[in-house]
């Protein structure tokens, strides 16, 4: 039986207890939807009002140069690089997951000459298969044919007129974690390129891109990240690749020389192709400052704390008879999961809603799933504990049956 001393000798002596204090969270909110929004912290909130008030109220278009906002993309590439397992060079931080997504597919189908398949799961996030579905009916399917198949007929499903791979590291509803060395060495016997998107892996758990000669990959800044919402994502290729690639969105800041003003476009080197559009500048700020809470640690630790905080999570459902009715959705191994645990049941978006209204924080994803995600730099163990013991109350008496925890909002 785990008692109360047990929940408070776990959080004495958690290495990574200290960062709590690093992040502006709403006092007596149980926060556990960091692996769909992130925290806020102090040094973004700090960041955020020196850019507008000091950067942009004073400095104004100096800025750019004073304040180095034009290498903001670079210098925000390189803070996320080490959290993926990617040395230097590799990461730019521009736009979103889905446009980014746009321009890897447009470069890796360019490299495949003969080729025109591009292989994905059923239940990958759907704005991955919406980007191809989109570029399917751009370049027509001789050109981009979107292939399916479900998440364990991936391997067998690598055949050689695949020419791209586009999986997510951990599934958004299920938390079931792709083992993405394996699959990208058998990919690469087939002559596959291979997208990873580590929308729900980056900032939560050792993630090796280059150790796995990964392709391409994108990522988010709004997740584990911290960097708020709507932050810009990141793109990642490989170095090997930086010489032939060639991204579509030619904007002016993928340029070589984007201040010469030439009316004909000469791709900038390396990685920095993939800038297009000029970057949202506070957005952008605020994720460099949120960076920062990942520089004393190392995602092992993150990883191990993660473990551990989901073990007590499912340790706590034993105990509680009426939690039965909540089936886990999500593997058992620890080596198969993300920083997440999902559970199905019938009522899943009245009992999200009812938890939210006791100020514990976790989210619904349709149809029947509450995701209780675990983001180790500010989840204590004593926030399982109140959670799982205030859903405990909301199941078993039945509260999620109340006619205000059944009205749905746009976003669920």
Same mark, same amino acid.
């Given at each position: 039986? +785990?008692?109360?001393?047990?929940?408070?000798?776990?959080?004495?002596?958690?290495?990574?207890?200290?960062?709590?204090?690093?992040? $502006?969270?709403?006092?007596?909110?149980?926060?556990?939807?960091?692996?769909?929004?992130?925290?806020?912290?102090?040094?973004?909130?700090?960041?955020?009002?020196?850019?507008?008030?000091?950067?942009?109220?004073?400095?104004?278009?100096?800025?750019?140069?004073?304040? /180095?906002? +034009?290498?903001?993309?670079?210098?925000?590439?390189?803070?996320?690089?080490?959290?993926?397992?990617?040395?230097?060079?590799?990461?730019?931080?521009?736009?979103?997951?889905?446009?980014?997504?746009?321009?890897?597919?447009?470069?890796?189908?360019?490299?495949?000459?003969?080729?025109?398949?591009?292989?994905?799961?059923?239940?990958?996030?759907?704005?991955? &298969?919406?980007?191809?579905?989109?570029?399917? $009916?751009?370049?027509?399917?001789? /050109?981009?044919?979107?292939?399916?198949?479900?998440?364990?007929? +991936?391997?067998?499903?690598?055949?050689?007129?695949?020419?791209?791979?586009?999986?997510?590291?951990?599934?958004?509803?299920?938390?079931?974690?792709?083992?993405?060395?394996?699959?990208?060495?058998?990919?690469?016997?087939?002559?596959?390129?291979?997208?990873?998107?580590?929308?729900?892996?980056?900032?939560?758990?050792?993630?090796?891109?280059?150790?796995?000669?990964?392709?391409?990959?994108?990522?988010?800044?709004?997740?584990?990240?911290?960097?708020?919402?709507?932050?810009?994502?990141?793109?990642?290729?490989?170095?090997?690749?930086?010489?032939?690639?060639?991204?579509?969105?030619?904007?002016?800041?993928?340029?070589?020389?984007?201040?010469?003003? $030439?009316?004909?476009?000469?791709?900038?080197?390396?990685?920095?192709?993939? &800038?297009?559009?000029?970057?949202? +500048?506070?957005?952008?700020?605020?994720?460099?400052?949120?960076?920062?809470?990942?520089?004393?640690?190392?995602?092992?630790?993150?990883?191990?704390?993660?473990?551990?905080?989901?073990?007590?999570?499912?340790?706590?459902?034993?105990?509680?008879?009426?939690?039965?009715?909540?089936?886990?959705?999500?593997?058992?191994?620890?080596?198969?999961?993300?920083? /997440?645990?999902?559970?199905?049941?019938?009522?899943?978006f009245a009992i999200c809603q009812a938890l939210i209204a006791q100020n514990v924080i976790c989210d619904f994803r349709a149809p029947d799933i509450l995701r209780i995600g675990f983001t180790p730099l500010y989840t204590s163990y004593a926030d399982v504990w109140l959670a799982v013991s205030r859903l405990n109350d909301v199941v078993e008496n039945k509260v999620f049956k109340e006619v205000a925890y059944q009205q749905h909002s746009k976003v669920t």
């Amino acid at each position: 039986m +785990i008692d109360l001393q047990h929940i408070q000798n776990l959080d004495a002596t958690d290495p990574l207890a200290h960062k709590k204090a690093e992040f $502006d969270l709403p006092s007596g909110c149980v926060y556990l939807d960091g692996n769909s929004l992130g925290a806020l912290p102090f040094a973004a909130k700090k960041r955020v009002a020196e850019v507008v008030s000091e950067q942009w109220g004073k400095d104004l278009i100096k800025s750019w140069n004073c304040h /180095q906002w +034009i290498d903001l993309p670079q210098k925000v590439g390189e803070k996320i690089a080490p959290l993926i397992g990617a040395a230097p060079g590799q990461v730019i931080c521009c736009d979103s997951i889905s446009v980014n997504l746009f321009k890897l597919l447009c470069s890796a189908l360019a490299m495949q000459k003969g080729r025109n398949v591009v292989l994905s799961q059923g239940d990958n996030f759907p704005t991955d &298969l919406y980007m191809v579905q989109g570029l399917q $009916d751009l370049l027509g399917e001789t /050109q981009c044919e979107l292939r399916i198949c479900a998440e364990e007929y +991936i391997e067998q499903s690598l055949h050689s007129d695949v020419a791209v791979l586009l999986l997510t590291q951990v599934n958004f509803r299920s938390g079931q974690l792709h083992n993405m060395q394996r699959i990208t060495k058998l990919a690469h016997r087939h002559g596959i390129l291979v997208i990873w998107d580590l929308a729900h892996s980056a900032g939560a758990l050792p993630v090796q891109l280059d150790d796995c000669q990964v392709d391409f990959a994108v990522g988010c800044g709004y997740k584990y990240l911290n960097g708020g919402p709507g932050a810009p994502a990141f793109v990642y290729v490989a170095s090997r690749h930086q010489q032939t690639v060639k991204q579509p969105l030619t904007g002016w800041m993928g340029h070589r020389q984007p201040f010469r003003f $030439d009316p004909e476009y000469s791709a900038a080197e390396g990685v920095h192709q993939y &800038l297009s559009g000029t970057p949202s +500048i506070v957005a952008m700020s605020a994720l460099d400052a949120a960076l920062d809470v990942f520089a004393d640690i190392n995602m092992h630790q993150v990883r191990t704390k993660s473990l551990l905080l989901a073990k007590l999570c499912l340790d706590l459902f034993a105990q509680y008879r009426a939690l039965s009715a909540l089936t886990l959705a999500s593997p058992m191994r620890n080596e198969e999961r993300g920083s /997440q645990l999902a559970f199905a049941h019938p009522q899943a978006f009245a009992i999200c809603q009812a938890l939210i209204a006791q100020n514990v924080i976790c989210d619904f994803r349709a149809p029947d799933i509450l995701r209780i995600g675990f983001t180790p730099l500010y989840t204590s163990y004593a926030d399982v504990w109140l959670a799982v013991s205030r859903l405990n109350d909301v199941v078993e008496n039945k509260v999620f049956k109340e006619v205000a925890y059944q009205q749905h909002s746009k976003v669920t």
